[in-house]
């Protein structure tokens, strides 16, 4: 890739939405808000934004770059499949990064990749290892200093360093540790009376 390519990162993965453009190694743009729903109706407008505030359009991009995880399973879809689908309607390709490379870029020195879950849980992979979910004094008790990814604003820049140094890759898939939250309703289907009978 052109080092004066412009790379759009993103990451929708936790409870935050963020955004940054990269015009080779420079950061021109970043913004990211802090939320735990939403971030659907809020990406596009804020992809925007990144993009007005660095003056640059849709057709200027070279790269895009997206979270898959681990993290909220549906904030984990959304920017996968906005990604996708932006990479097809641009013609530009699409760099999934997960968490752990976003801390093994950021972190030195003998580590843990880890990534906050829920209830006391943490997902970590240990280098050359497969990651997974585990009670959080699991992976204290693993020896390492465990390192947490940055902030939302440095993931997303960070992701984008990230997808301009990729070569080809596969369209970006979800890296899911865990089943979704959501479950199928107890309830019974409401039964359909015909009123023409």
Excluded at 18 to 39: K, T
Aim: charge should be negative; charged fraction near 20%.
């Amino acid at each position: 890739m052109k080092s004066d390519a412009y790379v759009l990162g993103f990451d929708t993965s936790a409870a935050h939405c963020a955004a940054a453009l990269l015009f080779g190694d420079r950061l021109i743009a970043a913004r990211s808000e802090a939320m735990i729903r939403g971030q659907a109706e809020r990406l596009f407008p804020l992809l925007e934004e990144v993009l007005a505030a660095g003056g640059v359009s849709w057709s200027d991009l070279s790269a895009l770059g997206v979270g898959i995880g681990p993290g909220n399973f549906t904030g984990i879809r959304i920017g996968v499949s906005a990604a996708r689908g932006l990479s097809l309607s641009l013609g530009v390709r699409a760099v999934g990064v997960s968490l752990f490379e976003v801390i093994g870029h950021e972190a030195s020195g003998t580590h843990l990749a880890a990534v906050e879950g829920q209830r006391d849980h943490v997902y970590v992979q240990p280098e050359g290892g497969v990651a997974t979910l585990v009670p959080r004094a699991e992976a204290d008790a693993m020896g390492l200093r465990l390192a947490f990814a940055p902030g939302a604003a440095r993931i997303a820049e960070v992701i984008a360093q990230i997808a301009g140094a990729s070569g080809p890759v596969a369209a970006p898939k979800p890296l899911y540790l865990k089943a979704a939250d959501a479950a199928p309703a107890r309830d019974k289907p409401p039964v359909i009376v015909d009123d023409l009978a």
